[in-house]
């Protein structure tokens, strides 16, 4: 069946060090992944996203990278801040409008 | 509007009482979608309309949820009857366009059911 998941629920990084969130998917025939970031209280915010014809997109002290051939989606933080403390979802679209997501990965950035 | 708000931000109820929790999206987005987060857990989606066409709604969970867009613009999600377990945050998302992500979320609706 078609699925998002995330190998860790937790994460604690160091202020400065990079932190890398991952996530698994199960349907090949997704053709859009998103990586969202949502602060305590608030709505999910669109970070970045990767068409499966890509491998890698790069953006400000973000990378996400997929890798086809073992359904595996990552988003690298370099350099994190504090403010990057927050609860991190992969979502997937398979061409059509709705968005699956993940249950989310708590990033912790420890001063 | 600036952003897709959604009112009211929290919302408790007595089981059994009908709500209705309203989404005001991005003005020209014709896109709007409902999910529901539950405590701990990611986002579970609920319907979505685009333009005039029929909404799909494939994701919810029973017929004492109900949801309609009025112009095109403002939604209402409705959940009649309701039960603890409807108790979670229901945000309200809208894009610009048809499919894939870039959705713009709301900061949702708390609803508790005691």
């Known amino acids: 069946g078609e699925s998002v998941g995330l190998h860790l629920p937790t994460l604690s990084v160091q202020e400065g060090d990079n932190s890398i969130i991952n996530c698994a998917y199960s349907?090949?025939?997704?053709?859009?992944f998103i990586w969202y970031k949502q602060e305590s209280g608030k709505g999910p915010q669109f970070i970045i996203d990767?068409?499966?014809?890509?491998d890698k997109r790069q953006g400000q002290r973000v990378t996400v990278l997929l890798n086809k051939t073992v359904k595996h989606l990552s988003l690298q933080i370099a350099a994190t801040q504090p403010g990057d403390s927050a609860v991190y979802f992969c979502?997937?679209?398979?061409?059509?409008?709705?968005?699956?997501f993940g249950t989310g990965t708590r990033l912790t950035i420890i001063p | 509007g600036a952003g897709v708000s959604q009112s009211p931000s929290n919302k408790v109820t007595e089981k059994g009482k009908d709500v209705e929790l309203r989404c005001d999206p991005i003005?020209?987005?014709?896109?709007l979608y409902w999910y529901r987060q539950s405590l701990g857990q990611g986002l579970e989606f609920l319907i979505y309309?685009?333009?005039?066409?029929?909404?799909?709604k494939s994701g919810l969970p029973s017929d004492r949820f109900s949801a309609e867009r009025t112009g095109g613009s403002v939604s209402t999600l409705t959940i009649q009857r309701t039960q603890q377990e409807d108790s979670a945050v229901y945000l309200c998302?809208?894009?610009?366009?048809?499919?894939?992500?870039?959705?713009?979320f709301g900061s949702g609706t708390r609803l508790t059911v005691v």
């Open positions: 990767i068409r499966s014809n890509m």
């Open positions: 998302a809208s894009s610009p366009k048809n499919g894939g992500g870039g959705y713009t």
């Open positions: 003005s020209g987005h014709t896109a």
């Open positions: 979502a997937e679209n398979f061409g059509n409008e709705k968005l699956t």
């Open positions: 309309f685009q333009g005039n066409s029929a909404p799909d």
């Open positions: 349907n090949s025939a997704s053709d859009y």
